[in-house]
């Protein structure tokens, strides 16, 4: 049987990371599920870029690279993202956007193999992604995206011609998430490099790239880290592949002494050798902002409260029209990431019905309505109120 809402105000009284959601501009009568898309406006911002405008380039103009630390944002607000995914310090940067960092190091991980010819990944993967395999594959002169179901590929990395699998940790229809740490393994088994897309899953999901033996990885900064629309990316270079695996695209700021003005790149031995441009000051600065709503937070415990919003909203929608609705998410929470998907035959009328009436989820064509659990603001009572407003509205369509 599913709680009760009074069950669920309990849950939300002693809810240890319930204060966070004061750290958020929240809409009134807003119940907001598509935070796996884009991330709400932390309350902090609005200050911070007062004063990176006023008193940093307003006042300072470009003593602000000394002054004020704008150099060192990128791997500064990389170190913060580091803690969430489970990597060192040294190991992340911020830059680029998530397709041209996939590109980066998919292109690394070619040059790193050069003896093999196949970048490979899945047919579910983000449409983005499978772009970019095809562009880096294209730009190298002499590789192949292979495309397989889930269940070829560890046959596929025993054939000894795959340079690197890339994939996306939690699937952006269903939020099926991966066994990174055994697919990696298997990678590795096979000779290859393995590269993981965490789009979905940092800042939601707990992460361990260090001891997952993950070689590189990337994400973008504006779904569950909360950096505004247009969030800078960030990648994660394995300390040992540092100065090692090249930055196939050069520019000044990955050099490993930008000032010189060198003519001949030489690349930084250290996790910068993998920028590429003069660092994007406003919007490190939100994503910064975004990440420091993490701030004496466990993943451990955003985990907890996933894996119990994902739980409610699923066992009130089952109990109220589990029949005429699929859930496309897997069942076991271990198997799943932080959103739940449904489907139904009208699907995007559903979704469209729910954001007028103040629920917040998204569609996916061509039959998948997704509703993502931001552990930091979201509460049980609204998750289970938005949940009955679900039901009823499942209800409605299938007559």
């Not at 944002?73 to 170190?79: K, L, Q, S």
């Not at 050099?255 to 031995?269: C, E, M, N, T, W």
């Not at 271990?334 to 998204?362: K, M, N, W």
């Amino acid at each position: 049987m599913a709680p009760s809402r009074q069950d669920c105000e309990e849950l939300d009284a002693k809810d240890p990371i319930g204060s966070a959601r004061e750290r958020f501009v929240l809409p009134e009568g807003v119940v907001y599920l598509d935070g796996n898309s884009l991330g709400p406006l932390p309350v902090a911002l609005a200050d911070r870029l007062a004063h990176v405008l006023g008193q940093e380039w307003g006042a300072r103009l470009v003593a602000g690279w000394d002054e004020s630390g704008w150099m060192e944002a990128p791997r500064r607000v990389g170190d913060k993202i580091a803690r969430l995914i489970g990597a060192r310090p040294g190991e992340v940067v911020a830059c680029d956007s998530t397709t041209v960092a996939l590109t980066k190091l998919l292109l690394a991980a070619l040059h790193a193999r050069p003896g093999r010819r196949l970048l490979l990944t899945t047919t579910g993967n983000f449409p983005s992604d499978l772009y970019a395999g095809e562009g880096a594959a294209r730009l190298s002169g002499r590789a192949e995206l292979r495309v397989v179901e889930p269940s070829a590929l560890e046959a596929e990395l025993a054939g000894g011609d795959v340079a690197a699998l890339f994939l996306t940790h939690v699937d952006y229809r269903t939020g099926e998430m991966f066994d990174m740490a055994g697919l990696t393994a298997a990678a590795h088994a096979g000779g290859a490099l393995a590269v993981w897309d965490l789009c979905h899953s940092a800042g939601a999901v707990p992460l361990d790239c260090g001891g997952d033996g993950v070689d590189l990885a990337l994400g973008c900064g504006y779904k569950y880290l909360n950096g505004g629309p247009g969030a800078p990316a960030f990648l994660y270079v394995r300390q040992e592949h540092q100065g090692v695996l090249p930055n196939p695209l050069p520019g000044w700021l990955g050099h490993a002494d930008p000032f010189a003005f060198d003519g001949r790149f030489a690349q930084a031995a250290d996790i910068g050798g993998y920028l590429t441009s003069t660092p994007p000051i406003l919007g490190l600065v939100a994503l910064e902002a975004g990440l420091d709503t993490f701030e004496g937070i466990t993943m451990a415990d955003v985990r907890a409260k996933s894996v119990a919003l994902g739980e409610l909203f699923l066992a009130v929608v089952g109990e109220e029209a589990g029949e005429l609705v699929e859930v496309a998410s897997p069942m076991d929470p271990a198997r799943r990431g932080s959103q739940v998907s449904l489907r139904h035959r009208d699907t995007r009328a559903i979704v469209e019905e729910l954001i007028g009436q103040g629920v917040v989820g998204d569609f996916r064509p061509p039959d998948v309505c997704r509703f993502g659990f931001a552990p930091l603001y979201l509460t049980h009572a609204e998750v289970y109120d938005a949940a009955r407003l679900v039901a009823r509205v499942v209800v409605a369509a299938s007559r």
